[in-house]
């Protein structure tokens, strides 16, 4: 993300702004799938019999394509998203994103930390993959504790 902001600002202005969007979009997007996710995570602490417990998550899953057809009316029936809804989706999908989103955060602390420059944040995002995982998640908490709020 840093990468192309970078390459983009100042060089297209056009192409620039077209990037701006898509990452609101994106942004967008993910807020409503953390959203449903949240909301499954909710009803999985329900106890409910398996029937009941499907038919519920079922129409989570229908409210989140509704939700989502209502953002594409918002973006002027934008569709690049709808991939997303060529398979089925499920509560281990949305975590992958949740967990995805939630690492953010320590990644741009780590690149403040080299202090802006790529070369840098390249390397010690290297070193940390190369951290056995107990080690990697330590650190990458201490760069979400770091990160500005």
């Not at 038919?55 to 953002?71: D, P």
């Not at 999908?93 to 790529?118: C, H, M, N, R």
């Amino acid at each position: 993300q840093e990468g192309v902001k970078r390459w983009l600002n100042g060089r297209d202005d056009a192409a620039f702004s077209r990037w701006q969007l898509s990452r609101q979009r994106e942004g967008q997007f993910i807020d409503l799938l953390l959203a449903v996710r949240d909301e499954l995570d909710r009803l999985y602490r329900q106890p409910l019999d398996e029937p009941s417990m499907g038919q519920r998550k079922a129409r989570l899953f229908e409210q989140l394509r509704e939700r989502y057809q209502q953002l594409k009316q918002q973006w002027g029936g934008y569709a690049g998203f709808d991939g997303w809804f060529s398979h089925d989706l499920n509560n281990a999908y949305l975590a992958s994103i949740a967990t995805y989103e939630a690492w953010v955060p320590a990644f741009q602390q780590l690149l403040k930390q080299a202090g802006g420059d790529l070369a840098g944040f390249y390397a010690a995002s290297r070193a940390l993959g190369e951290l056995p995982s107990p080690q990697r998640e330590q650190r990458l908490q201490a760069l979400l504790q770091a990160a500005d709020p």
